[in-house]
């Protein structure tokens, strides 16, 4: 036992009591999921933070980018009764999820397919396909934040056809389909 667990009065979980323990639904502080996987790595029996290669835009352009599959969350095995206390005010930790008054269990399986999605590494999530009439803008070259709409695919779906809207004049431009993005529509 080290000097950090008789300063607090637990003790990491022994294998026969991680029978006990169950998965919950970790939410953490904004981009505060590695602190929070440190310091739950050191209460609970298992920490899971599942990642993913996403496609990102930084500073104009889309570059791959590793972070988490459920940005905020993360997964953790502990046994409730004991540990939550510390669990829950662990650095980067916000919350447990809950339904109603009770902490959310994550069933087995579900954290046994995650862990097989991401044996290999972080998993890759596929871009979806644009569709005729969509709303898109141009994130670089010399259209860059230009808007349009999405016309079609052209040599297979490596370059774009979008009819651009600038000073109401319509004017059809073949882009590489990694300069256009959809435009995400206000929730007000």
Not at 25 to 53: I, K, M
Not at 88 to 95: F, S, T
Not at 101 to 115: D, G, M, R, S, T
């Amino acid at each position: 036992m080290d000097l950090n667990e008789k300063l607090h009065g637990w003790d990491r979980p022994q294998p026969s009591e991680a029978l006990e323990a169950e998965w919950f639904v970790v939410r953490t502080g904004l981009r505060r999921e590695r602190v929070a996987v440190n310091q739950l790595s050191r209460l609970a029996s298992e920490v899971l933070l599942p990642l993913a290669w996403r496609r990102i835009r930084r500073w104009g352009k889309k570059v791959d980018s590793v972070g988490p599959l459920f940005p905020g969350y993360l997964f953790a095995r502990f046994n409730f009764e004991r540990d939550y206390s510390q669990v829950r005010y662990a650095r980067g930790v916000r919350e447990l999820i809950c339904f109603g008054p009770q902490p959310a269990i994550v069933p087995e399986w579900i954290i046994n397919q995650l862990k097989a999605r991401c044996a290999s590494g972080p998993v890759e999530l596929f871009e979806r396909a644009l569709v005729p009439a969509e709303r898109v803008m141009v994130i670089d070259g010399p259209f860059r934040e230009f808007e349009g709409m999405f016309e079609r695919y052209t040599s297979g779906q490596e370059r774009v056809a979008i009819l651009l809207s600038a000073m109401r004049i319509g004017a059809r431009v073949i882009l590489p389909a990694r300069l256009v993005v959809p435009v995400v529509k206000d929730l007000e």
